[in-house]
């Protein structure tokens, strides 16, 4: 609907319909949570916390800090890795409740229900929402700091600057940041916001605008206090070291593979319906404002990636920031009836493929499916396998031929301190202290794609003792992990 007429308010039917949607998503994630091994940066992340720091090598820190909190409380099990992402989603929906009460005070239940059904279709969302990467708790700050800068926005053009909600929404920004370096966009997208729309011009003459970057900034003093120690380690690994870049030599077909995955982890719908923001009449002027800020959010986000991934790979979930940033006006700009029920369904069918993957066997859609998914069975029997070795030969440490094979064993065993013979470097190589394992001899698990020659140069003889197939539920072999006996370690510079 366009034009300023409020529309009836949501039938008690179709809010059943949406409810039923989210309800059966929170029983797939909570099938998921409880029934799967921790994945492999899961795992990653959780021994983390394990090794707490001011911050790590390949993200900022705060993931790794709560999980350390989590696993301190709660002890350690499938479910407890993902708590966290129930709290942000409790966080996320609380959001989308306040904003009800701004943008649909007419029909807040409707608004409420048709927003959160959207927002957790989005297939990236789908997906990446319900496991304990860090992009759940960017997700939700994100949100949180858009409404928050939103609401500074309303009061800002209506004559009554709340600075309050300015300052929160750096916060919340900080800390968006302060889970991964993704957030840095949403903040590139507040500034471009300021500088394009007349009424907040104005803004940069006041301190205050500049006080609360310099707050946003301020909340990663602990990143920034890890590189000082590390040899600026992250920046160089993200801004120059990345295995995929290539800086020196741009690939235009790879901003046309990036482009390509755009409506998948959407969703056609929302994907061309985004594009409505250009035209689309806003009922009020906090929703007129809400279609400026998400639409600057999600297009510059989209623009930057693009750019970036002349250079290097970019994968679908790194602009994680600019599609949720469309959920506040998602609704709106799918409508309600046909396209709404296609982006809805379109979403089921991804995240219900997605947990079946992982609870069940991996599945594979017109020939594609997740890679890793096999890999991600047989944790508890290798581990067990190992227990065994390990009577075998006493005083054998324990390692992985890949980052996150170490800390998925690691999970199954309890054990933070399992060797990664990775090809590149990870946090386990700042945590794990190889001198001291000097003339000792390891038990190693490879498999057929992260193989034993990672660590062979480390070794002066390498055995393979056994194999562990994992098997998905009717017994069928899915992959195959092999146990090594490597004698005699020597440390090798990284």
Do not use: C
């Not at 929906?93 to 005070?105: D, G, I, K, M, N």
């Not at 370096?181 to 009424?199: D, H, Q, S």
């Not at 003093?221 to 120059?240: C, D, T, Y």
């Amino acid at each position: 609907m366009t034009g300023t007429a409020l529309p009836t308010p949501t039938s008690r039917f179709k809010l059943i319909l949406l409810q039923l949607v989210v309800l059966y998503l929170l029983g797939l994630r909570l099938w998921f949570d409880i029934t799967v091994t921790p994945m492999g940066d899961e795992a990653y992340y959780w021994m983390w916390g394990q090794h707490l720091s001011w911050s790590y090598f390949d993200h900022p820190p705060l993931n790794g800090w709560l999980q350390g909190a989590v696993a301190a409380i709660f002890g350690w099990s499938n479910f407890t890795v993902r708590l966290t992402t129930w709290l942000s989603l409790a966080g996320t929906a609380s959001v989308f409740w306040l904003w009800s009460a701004r943008l649909a005070p007419h029909d807040r239940a409707g608004w409420f229900w048709h927003t959160l059904a959207i927002f957790l279709t989005i297939p990236t969302i789908a997906i990446l929402g319900g496991v304990a990467f860090h992009d759940h708790l960017l997700v939700f700050f994100a949100l949180a700091s858009l409404y928050a800068f939103h609401r500074f926005a309303d009061a800002w053009e209506d004559g009554d600057p709340a600075w309050r909600w300015l300052y929160l929404s750096a916060a919340l920004l900080g800390l968006a940041t302060l889970t991964k370096y993704n957030g840095v966009f949403l903040g590139i997208a507040y500034a471009l916001w300021v500088l394009i729309r007349p009424k907040l011009r104005p803004l940069l003459l006041t301190p205050h605008l500049w006080l609360a970057a310099l707050l946003a900034i301020a909340i990663q003093a602990p990143v920034f206090h890890w590189n000082l120690g590390a040899g600026m380690a992250s920046f160089q690994f993200h801004l120059a070291d990345r295995p995929s870049a290539n800086w020196a030599r741009p690939r235009t077909g790879q901003i046309t593979t990036f482009l390509a995955t755009v409506p998948i982890a959407l969703s056609p719908v929302l994907a061309l319906a985004a594009f409505r923001l250009f035209w689309i009449k806003p009922r009020s002027p906090s929703e007129g404002r809400i279609f400026g800020l998400a639409g600057t959010a999600y297009f510059s986000a989209l623009i930057l990636w693009a750019g970036l991934a002349a250079y290097v790979t970019v994968y679908f979930h790194w602009n994680i920031v600019g599609y949720a940033m469309l959920a506040p006006v998602a609704w709106r700009l799918i409508g309600g009836r046909f396209f709404l029920w296609l982006h809805v369904l379109f979403g089921l069918f991804v995240a219900s493929v997605a947990v079946l993957s992982y609870t069940v066997t991996p599945l594979k859609i017109g020939g594609i499916g997740d890679p890793g998914a096999p890999a991600n069975y047989g944790w508890p029997e290798v581990a067990t396998r190992i227990e065994a070795l390990q009577a075998d030969h006493p005083g054998s440490f324990l390692g992985a031929t890949r980052y996150t094979y170490a800390a998925q064993l690691g999970f199954q065993l309890h054990d933070t301190e399992i060797a990664a013979f990775n090809p590149v470097r990870s946090q386990n190589d700042y945590w794990w202290d190889a001198a001291a394992r000097t003339g000792q001899d390891a038990l190693i698990v490879a498999d057929r794609q992260f193989t034993i020659d990672a660590a062979r140069d480390s070794f002066a003889t390498l055995e393979q003792l056994d194999t562990v197939d994992a098997v998905d539920r009717d017994g069928k072999v899915l992959w195959r992990f092999e146990i090594w006996l490597a004698r005699d370690f020597q440390p090798r510079p990284r």
